[in-house]
Nanobody, 127 residues
Framework: QVRLVESGGGLVQTGGSLRLSCAAS????????ITWFRQAPGKERELVAA????????LYNDSVKGRFTISGDIDKNTVSLQMDRLKPDDTAVYYC????????????????????WGQGTQVTVSS
């Protein structure tokens, strides 16, 4: 089992920044891809960014490219999401998710593949 705990959400104005953290514990050697998903009210949960735990290879949703940066620290078992130039459309609950596979391309977007999920952290961007 792997436990994921998110932190760092909050309220920020348009153009501001937030940094989310995901702390992993338990059998972290059993997961190879760590991701951030988000879900806005009335919308489907969508992939924001993914990182391969061992290589640091990353993937981003087009809507956040150039604004968000995902990074993993395997020694500290943490994955961070630095979010800059935030927009009201970024308002959502952000979830950390992990899976025992190396995702690639469109395969990273299927939320059903991820076995472990955190409880989520709210990000609200005011206009």
């Amino acid at each position: 089992q792997v436990r994921l705990v998110e932190s760092g959400g909050g309220l920020v104005q348009t153009g501001g920044s937030l940094r989310l953290s995901c702390a992993a514990s338990g059998r972290t050697d059993s997961v190879y891809t760590i991701t951030w998903f988000r879900q806005a009210p009335g919308k489907e949960r969508e992939l924001v960014a993914a990182v391969r735990w061992n290589s640091g290879i990353t993937l981003y949703n087009d809507s956040v490219k150039g604004r968000f940066t995902i990074s993993g620290d395997i020694d500290k078992n943490t994955v961070s999401l630095q979010m800059d130039r935030l927009k009201p459309d970024d308002t959502a609950v952000y979830y950390c998710a992990a899976g025992p596979f190396y995702c690639s391309g469109s395969g990273c977007y299927d939320r059903n593949l991820y076995r472990y999920w955190g409880q989520g952290t709210q990000v609200t961007v005011s206009s």
